[in-house]
């Protein structure tokens, strides 16, 4: 009987832990609903209970990962940012590098403290070369300033470039790959129907500009409004790229469950970009918190076409049926056509005037080398 009740809960164990979608459900698991064999119930033996209790307990342990969320079955470890960050800044051994004023505490990496005018960020040191993933990140916002006088908020990064100080949330602007910002102050007219914070996700070429002044409204792919600031609940967001399918998912609300917030198709990024995280404060201040950054690779069965589209090899980002702005690149004062007509002729003149000064002296040189044999 014993050994019927052990099987029993072998065979029920994939059922609860849901591992085919680790984002369809959010809830903690509860005990209650686990299927607990009658035998703990009816046994005698109260060492024997205490043991079949003990592990159930332990195959809760397995299902739940350290945040309630998911199996760590797919976590990809050289790519995520977790407790108790060991070596993170400082060791040759760790994935991460720290810029800036960020900075390790046991329970965080700081990006920026409530101060003014500081900028600090966190990057992976290795390409990612994985096609169809999953990053949760766990952060926390906080301050002492009121709505709307606090700023300027934090971003999440899969770029080309990486360690670059700049104008977006810490980090350069025109940068090649996806952006994903958590917008605390809004810079724009202030009686706008949009409410801050507001989480808003970009894709850039290289050549796009993020307009500050704008919060970034020309080149988003979309957004939502998410209420993270000062929170007693932690903010969790989700970021799924899967067959070229942007979706961006949020738990914010301490309910333990996602809720939509963007689903962009046609979304194609090259493969070795670099993860990252940067946050920036100006007159206005916050802190700024990562907790962690959990990257999780997806199983995802392709027929043959699609995985030789798959195969197909991305150079640049880019999003079907956008038509997003390109930035004017202004030419230099002076140097149209004609400014560059004249310092082409100016260049070969001066070519042409060292060869004569070369010949010049050369000749000299072989008049003297003959007088020395007289």
Not at 90 to 104: E, K, Q
Not at 115 to 133: C, E, K, M, T, Y
Not at 180 to 188: A, C, K, Q, S
Not at 348 to 373: E, N, P, Q, T, Y
Request: aromatic share 10%; net charge negative; charged share 25%.
């Amino acid at each position: 009987m014993l050994i019927r009740s052990f099987a029993h809960v072998f065979e029920n164990t994939p059922k609860i832990c849901g591992r085919s979608n680790m984002a369809a459900s959010m809830n903690k698991f509860q005990l209650s609903s686990f299927p607990v064999p009658s035998i703990v119930f009816s046994m005698r033996n109260d060492a024997m209970k205490l043991f079949l209790l003990t592990f159930l307990l332990f195959l809760t342990s397995r299902c739940q990962g350290d945040d309630g969320y998911e199996s760590d079955d797919f976590l990809k470890r050289e790519y995520s940012l977790t407790k108790p960050y060991q070596g993170v800044g400082s060791s040759s051994s760790s994935h991460w590098d720290l810029m800036g004023t960020a900075m390790v505490t046991p329970d965080h990496v700081r990006l920026t403290p409530d101060l003014q005018s500081r900028i600090g960020a966190v990057w992976g040191r290795l390409p990612f070369f994985l096609r169809d993933w999953e990053l949760h990140v766990h952060f926390k916002i906080s301050g002492q300033g009121k709505k709307n006088l606090n700023g300027d908020g934090m971003a999440l990064w899969l770029t080309k470039e990486r360690m670059q100080h700049g104008p977006v949330f810490g980090n350069m602007n025109h940068f090649t790959g996806l952006g994903v910002f958590i917008d605390t102050y809004p810079n724009e007219d202030k009686s706008h129907e949009r409410v801050y914070p507001y989480i808003s996700v970009m894709v850039g070429n290289g050549t796009l500009s993020y307009d500050h002044d704008r919060d970034g409204r020309p080149t988003e792919l979309g957004g939502c409004t998410a209420l993270v600031r000062n929170v007693n609940h932690d903010t969790i967001i989700l970021l799924r790229y899967m067959r070229n399918r942007l979706t961006l998912m949020m738990d914010i609300d301490g309910k333990r469950e996602w809720r939509e917030c963007l689903d962009v198709p046609g979304v194609h990024m090259p493969v070795g970009y670099y993860f990252g995280a940067s946050s920036a404060t100006g007159d206005l201040s916050d802190n700024h918190d990562l907790i962690s950054m959990k990257l999780y690779q997806l199983t995802v069965e392709r027929s043959a076409q699609e995985e030789e589209e798959a195969q197909q090899e991305v150079t640049i980002p880019s999003v079907d049926h956008m038509d997003l702005p390109k930035v004017d690149v202004e030419e230099e004062e002076g140097m149209g056509p004609i400014g560059r007509f004249f310092a082409f002729l100016i260049s070969v003149l001066g070519l042409c005037v060292l060869a004569v000064v070369g010949v010049v002296l050369h000749g000299r040189w072989k008049d003297r080398s003959r007088k020395r044999f007289y």
